[in-house]
């Protein structure tokens, strides 16, 4: 079986009860969405190289993990929260222009993806993924059920994993590092 016709079955399959199972470890279910997301595409990059005897267990072991993460990160942001006032008067200084040129080109790959998308796919995953409207929302915006809303963005977010998959493996760099939400993107860019 095509490894993108296994990302897709195991995302409609297990996606709803991994995003409940990290929801209770993080306690908000829009940052277990998130989470979840990143799990399926760090799952897909697995799912590249090497054969996964139980994917449900991988996934939940991966789920697990990045809720911990998360939690830790959390923590970690409360403790440093208290930064010195020299620290607070650069912390509004605009990113460098080298951040600023990479965040523009990986939105640049992240838009090419979503070309590729059929044009439903593509209005469902923007409202989704860069307006943060839920699936709910979306659904009654383009009159269709939330569960091809779904569906439409697993097909984007495979879509935009396997462009920045495929882009970071020319430049040699590691893959999981520029795969990032468009919102991410945007904010970066508006800085």
């Known amino acids: ?37 990143e799990v399926f595409i760090k799952a897909y990059q697995a799912y590249q190289e090497k054969h996964i005897d139980n994917p449900r267990a991988y996934l939940f072991a991966a789920a697990r993990n990045h809720s911990l993460n998360h939690l830790r990160q959390q923590s970690n942001h409360r403790r440093h929260s208290t930064v010195e006032f020299d620290e607070l008067i650069h912390a509004h200084e605009r990113p460098s222009e080298d951040t600023r040129i990479e965040a523009r080109n990986e939105l640049q790959l992240v838009i090419k993806a979503i070309r590729t998308l059929p044009p439903r796919a593509q209005k469902a995953f923007i409202l989704n993924r860069v307006y943060r409207f839920s699936y709910k929302e979306v ?18 977010l495979l879509a935009c994993t396997k462009f920045m998959v495929d882009y970071t493996s020319h430049d040699d760099q590691a893959t999981g590092d520029n795969v990032t939400s468009l919102a991410e993107h945007r904010s970066r860019l508006r800085s």
């Open 139 to 156: 659904g009654e915006k383009m009159g269709i059920s939330p569960r091809t809303v779904e569906n439409h963005v697993a097909k984007g």
């Open 1 to 37: 079986m095509k490894t993108d016709t296994l990302f897709e079955k195991q995302y409609r399959k297990y996606g709803p009860e991994v995003q409940n199972f990290i929801a209770r470890y993080v306690g908000n279910y829009s940052v277990a969405e998130d989470i979840m997301h």
